[in-house]
């Protein structure tokens, strides 16, 4: 069989489309590999290697492989060798790509440059997303941003430009619209600085959210470890159609799995039902996976990838996916590790909230359940956009609702915002008339940025402590997650229920059955929602916001300012003494969620991502402190006073104590920020204790040197009380699979033991012996 391979290049010709468009320059060209790149590292997709990996394994397994294994095990670095035991055995694999957001890249590119590595081994992207806040509107929201944000985005520039690592500049839009419209393919291993790039899942991808360590193992050309994972078959049949979109299918899922049903696992939606949803639409389904701790998401290769691929440029690249569709779908007759089935033709438009992803509602129920919970009913704001729903599909169903409503003379009744996910949608919704008729009936347009969704929003229309409810098309509703304000109930739905509910203003409103009032006091009904899966014309580029990395960045200098509030160069962190724990202070016994937001808050903190002391000074102050119920109010055990958790953490530090945090279930869910793990260790922190992790925190804290660890009873949780100080015993004999001890010491002089779990391999043994993942990487050099 030749040797197929495609080169994919980003050089921005003209192709009829201005400076900006894509071309993707391809050979298909019996053993030979033609790089057409003369700015950045080329990324070649090689199937035949992906199908000699897959056979390889499968031969060595004897049975059908699902999709998500084939695409997985394809990228092993020993195909031959590796042990593969799902939910079990650890993977050494060799990812195609990498993937950066501005808040965690900053971190992310601070630990490269620590590692005295000259260049990028793998094609790396930054995208500048992150920092722009909402206030009135797009154009003065980035301008504003450009220039709070300077020193940043130069040093992200400039370190992108010296290591090899491409820039997208503030605008571009959101990474995970970026990498579908750009660099996403079907079979292709990504993984990304941000727990959605799962969203790439919606075009044939493993697209996986890590910690920035781990990014830099991949750039430094290290194997990337991952727990070999358990498979979710999600079997859709039947077909979409009126109001429900493909955002209620992950709404439906994550009512079914809760946040933490899909830990360990990749969900592989599959079945004939696949077909009726868009490929923009599968990604939205794939984005909000990560609401149920999935390792990520996928969907098969099929004609409405093949359609998004030629639409944006990468014809050949569709053509190639064709010739290999085998290696691109599922074998028949693979077995999942545990079957959902959902008959599209049959699911209604759902809505999820307040306060947590899963809490899942039909539509029509929605009134009575808010009004017996004591939810408000009004809507103060409905939000569209966001990685989750910023697709051209998204804007022209909402696009087609708020037409309605302006025929009949009628504007929202709530606030209403939008967001495009890229330069690109926005450039071609302004073009296509959408942008017009929802600033019309109300809206305003964002920036191409996360905005809102991470609480980047400086809103004004009411007080913190105001009960109050918000729509969004977003994925994530967490306490106090969009606006700071915990009082906020905010509901996750589709863009298309965010609309109508706006135009509404109730929350109560039902599309489907209910009425509004025209402008001239008629009743009418909203009709279903419709809109293009993709422009009749090619896409609209916008303005050209790629910065490529020159040849040789050798002699580039990247600066940080010494002074700097917003970056500091890392030290390396203190290595492991070689004994036991003894005596932590306990520093906080968390009560219930505690999110990667409860533990490194985002929002106005988000400017000190690149300053590790600095952020620190958010370290848990979301926590709930189960000894009083308060938040960031703890016992400093030293001096008898209270303090906030930063604070105390620190004044123990200082004093040469070491301390641990003891939490709940799923710790740590939410976001792949590492600075959640970076924080207590730069703190501090030399264990955290819980019931249970949620899969990427749990990596970070490896990664970081500290030592995550669970109860082997969760009972034992009780067990231990605020003024505690525990010992963990065992650590010199430190194995993988064998546990720990705990010998916790009341303040009365009692004692007592319990058995304690860790998930560590040897590798990440060695991470936490020599201090930190960095560290022992500069050991090996």
Same mark, same amino acid.
């Given at each position: 069989?030749?040797?197929?391979?495609?080169?994919?290049? =980003?050089?921005?010709?003209?192709?009829?489309?201005?400076?900006?468009?894509?071309?993707?320059?391809?050979?298909?060209?019996?053993?030979?590999?033609?790089?057409?790149?003369?700015?950045?590292?080329?990324?070649?997709?090689?199937?035949?290697?992906?199908? /000699?990996?897959?056979?390889?394994?499968?031969?060595?397994?004897?049975?059908?492989?699902?999709?998500?294994?084939?695409?997985?095990?394809?990228?092993?670095?020993?195909?031959?060798?590796?042990?593969?035991?799902?939910?079990?055995?650890?993977?050494?694999? =060799?990812?195609? =790509?990498?993937?950066?957001?501005?808040?965690?890249?900053?971190?992310?590119?601070?630990?490269?440059?620590?590692?005295?590595?000259?260049?990028?081994?793998?094609?790396?992207?930054?995208?500048?997303?992150?920092?722009?806040?909402?206030?009135?509107?797009?154009?003065? *929201?980035?301008?504003?941003?450009?220039?709070?944000?300077?020193?940043?985005?130069?040093?992200?520039?400039?370190?992108?430009?010296?290591?090899?690592?491409?820039?997208?500049?503030?605008?571009?839009?959101?990474?995970?619209?970026?990498?579908?419209?750009?660099?996403?393919?079907?079979?292709?291993?990504?993984?990304?600085?941000?727990?959605?790039?799962?969203?790439?899942?919606?075009?044939?991808?493993?697209?996986?959210?890590?910690?920035?360590?781990?990014?830099?193992?991949?750039?430094?050309?290290?194997?990337?470890?991952?727990?070999?994972?358990?498979?979710?078959?999600?079997?859709?049949?039947?077909?979409?159609?009126?109001?429900?979109?493909?955002? !209620?299918?992950?709404?439906?899922?994550?009512?079914?799995?809760?946040?933490?049903?899909?830990?360990?696992?990749?969900?592989?939606? $599959?079945?004939?039902?696949?077909?009726?949803?868009?490929?923009?639409?599968?990604?939205?389904?794939?984005?909000?996976?990560?609401?149920?701790?999935?390792?990520?998401?996928?969907?098969?290769?099929?004609?409405?990838?093949?359609?998004?691929? #030629?639409?944006?440029?990468?014809?050949?690249?569709?053509?190639?996916?064709?010739?290999?569709?085998?290696?691109?779908?599922? *074998?028949?007759?693979?077995?999942?590790?545990?079957?959902?089935?959902? %008959?599209?033709? #049959?699911?209604?438009?759902?809505?999820?909230?307040?306060?947590?992803?899963?809490?899942?509602?039909?539509?029509?129920?929605?009134?009575?359940?808010? &009004?017996?919970?004591?939810?408000?009913?009004?809507?103060?704001?409905?939000?569209?956009?966001?990685?989750?729903?910023?697709?051209?599909?998204?804007?022209?169903?909402?696009?087609?609702?708020?037409?309605?409503?302006?025929?009949?003379?009628?504007?929202?009744? /709530?606030?209403? @915002?939008?967001?495009?996910?890229?330069?690109?949608?926005?450039?071609?919704?302004?073009?296509?008339?959408?942008?017009?008729?929802?600033?019309?009936?109300?809206?305003?347009?964002?920036? %191409?940025?996360?905005?809102?969704?991470?609480?980047?929003?400086?809103?004004?229309?009411?007080?913190?402590?105001?009960? %109050?409810?918000?729509?969004?098309?977003? %994925?994530?509703?967490?306490?106090?997650?969009?606006?700071?304000?915990?009082?906020?109930?905010?509901?996750?739905?589709?863009?298309?229920?965010?609309?109508?509910?706006?135009?509404?203003?109730?929350?109560?409103?039902?599309?489907?059955? !209910?009425?509004? &009032?025209?402008?001239?006091?008629?009743?009418?009904?909203?009709?279903?929602?419709?809109?293009?899966?993709?422009?009749?014309?090619?896409?609209?580029?916008?303005?050209? &916001?790629?910065?490529?990395?020159?040849?040789?960045?050798?002699?580039?200098?990247?600066?940080?300012?010494?002074?700097?509030?917003?970056?500091?160069?890392?030290?390396?962190?203190?290595?492991?003494?070689?004994? *036991?724990?003894?005596?932590?202070?306990?520093?906080?016994?968390?009560?219930?969620?505690? &999110?990667?937001?409860?533990?490194?808050?985002?929002?106005?903190?988000?400017?000190?991502?690149? $300053?590790?002391?600095?952020?620190?000074?958010?370290?848990?102050?979301?926590?709930?402190?189960?000894?009083?119920?308060?938040?960031?109010?703890?016992?400093?055990?030293?001096?008898?006073?209270?303090?906030?958790?930063?604070?105390?953490?620190?004044?123990?530090?200082?004093?040469?104590?070491?301390?641990?945090?003891?939490?709940?279930?799923?710790?740590? #869910?939410?976001?792949?920020?590492?600075?959640? /793990?970076?924080?207590?260790? $730069?703190?501090?922190?030399?264990?955290?204790?819980?019931?249970?992790?949620?899969?990427?925190?749990?990596?970070?804290?490896?990664?970081?040197?500290?030592?995550?660890?669970?109860?082997?009873?969760?009972?034992?949780?009780?067990?231990?009380?605020?003024?505690?100080?525990?010992?963990?015993?065992?650590?010199?004999?430190? @194995?993988?699979?064998?546990?720990?001890?705990?010998?916790?010491?009341?303040?009365?002089?009692?004692?007592?033991?319990?058995?304690?779990?860790?998930?560590?391999?040897? @590798?990440?043994?060695?991470?936490?012996?020599?201090?930190? /993942?960095?560290?022992?990487?500069?050991?090996?050099?």
């Amino acid at each position: 069989m030749a040797t197929y391979c495609l080169t994919v290049t =980003r050089l921005r010709l003209a192709l009829g489309q201005g400076a900006r468009r894509m071309h993707v320059a391809a050979a298909l060209n019996a053993k030979a590999k033609v790089s057409m790149s003369r700015f950045e590292p080329t990324s070649h997709i090689n199937y035949e290697k992906l199908q /000699a990996n897959v056979n390889i394994v499968r031969k060595r397994l004897n049975r059908p492989l699902t999709l998500s294994e084939k695409i997985v095990y394809g990228h092993l670095e020993d195909p031959h060798g590796q042990e593969i035991d799902r939910g079990r055995t650890y993977l050494r694999l =060799r990812p195609d =790509r990498v993937a950066m957001q501005d808040a965690t890249a900053q971190m992310a590119m601070l630990q490269f440059i620590s590692s005295g590595l000259p260049k990028v081994a793998v094609p790396s992207t930054i995208h500048c997303d992150h920092l722009i806040e909402a206030q009135t509107g797009g154009p003065t *929201d980035l301008k504003r941003a450009k220039d709070i944000n300077k020193e940043v985005y130069n040093f992200l520039a400039s370190a992108g430009a010296k290591y090899g690592v491409g820039f997208w500049k503030p605008g571009s839009g959101i990474i995970h619209q970026i990498i579908l419209e750009n660099y996403a393919y079907p079979g292709v291993l990504l993984i990304g600085t941000d727990s959605h790039t799962p969203n790439g899942g919606g075009l044939g991808c493993i697209c996986i959210g890590v910690g920035g360590a781990d990014a830099v193992d991949v750039m430094a050309n290290i194997p990337w470890e991952l727990k070999c994972p358990n498979v979710i078959g999600v079997k859709l049949t039947g077909a979409l159609s009126g109001w429900t979109s493909p955002k !209620d299918v992950i709404l439906k899922v994550a009512g079914i799995l809760t946040v933490k049903g899909g830990t360990g696992a990749i969900v592989e939606y $599959h079945g004939p039902g696949v077909d009726s949803i868009s490929c923009t639409g599968m990604a939205t389904i794939c984005n909000m996976g990560a609401e149920i701790g999935a390792t990520t998401s996928v969907f098969p290769y099929n004609h409405r990838m093949r359609t998004y691929l #030629e639409k944006t440029g990468r014809g050949e690249i569709a053509a190639l996916a064709d010739e290999y569709q085998d290696v691109l779908v599922p *074998d028949a007759d693979c077995k999942y590790d545990q079957v959902i089935e959902i %008959n599209l033709s #049959e699911l209604k438009p759902h809505i999820n909230g307040p306060f947590t992803p899963d809490l899942c509602h039909p539509v029509s129920e929605i009134g009575k359940t808010a &009004t017996d919970s004591g939810w408000p009913l009004e809507v103060k704001v409905g939000l569209i956009g966001s990685c989750t729903n910023s697709s051209y599909e998204d804007m022209g169903r909402a696009a087609s609702l708020a037409k309605q409503a302006l025929d009949h003379g009628l504007k929202c009744k /709530a606030a209403f @915002t939008i967001t495009p996910g890229s330069e690109q949608i926005r450039a071609t919704i302004e073009r296509d008339g959408y942008s017009k008729i929802l600033s019309d009936v109300g809206g305003v347009v964002l920036a %191409n940025a996360c905005g809102p969704c991470i609480g980047q929003w400086d809103r004004k229309d009411i007080k913190k402590g105001e009960k %109050n409810t918000i729509v969004t098309s977003y %994925n994530r509703n967490f306490t106090g997650r969009n606006d700071a304000n915990p009082a906020t109930h905010a509901f996750v739905t589709s863009p298309e229920i965010v609309t109508a509910m706006a135009i509404a203003g109730r929350l109560d409103f039902n599309p489907e059955t !209910d009425f509004l &009032t025209a402008a001239n006091g008629e009743k009418f009904k909203l009709l279903p929602p419709t809109g293009d899966e993709l422009p009749a014309r090619d896409f609209d580029p916008g303005e050209d &916001t790629y910065q490529y990395p020159p040849p040789d960045g050798s002699s580039l200098r990247v600066d940080v300012n010494p002074q700097s509030n917003r970056l500091q160069l890392l030290e390396p962190f203190d290595k492991w003494s070689g004994g *036991d724990l003894e005596d932590l202070q306990v520093l906080i016994k968390v009560k219930g969620k505690c &999110t990667t937001d409860h533990i490194s808050a985002a929002g106005p903190w988000l400017k000190f991502r690149g $300053h590790l002391d600095n952020i620190s000074n958010n370290m848990l102050i979301g926590a709930i402190n189960l000894e009083n119920g308060a938040v960031n109010k703890i016992k400093n055990q030293l001096t008898g006073e209270y303090g906030g958790v930063p604070d105390v953490a620190r004044h123990y530090k200082k004093s040469g104590v070491s301390w641990i945090v003891v939490g709940d279930e799923n710790y740590g #869910e939410g976001s792949s920020r590492e600075h959640a /793990a970076l924080e207590p260790r $730069h703190l501090g922190g030399r264990v955290i204790l819980v019931k249970s992790f949620a899969r990427i925190h749990e990596t970070n804290l490896k990664k970081q040197g500290m030592l995550p660890l669970t109860f082997d009873n969760a009972a034992d949780y009780d067990k231990i009380r605020p003024d505690d100080k525990i010992t963990i015993v065992g650590l010199k004999e430190l @194995t993988p699979g064998k546990p720990l001890k705990a010998v916790i010491k009341h303040l009365d002089g009692s004692t007592e033991s319990v058995t304690l779990n860790h998930s560590f391999n040897e @590798t990440q043994i060695e991470w936490f012996q020599a201090g930190s /993942a960095l560290n022992r990487m500069k050991m090996m050099q």
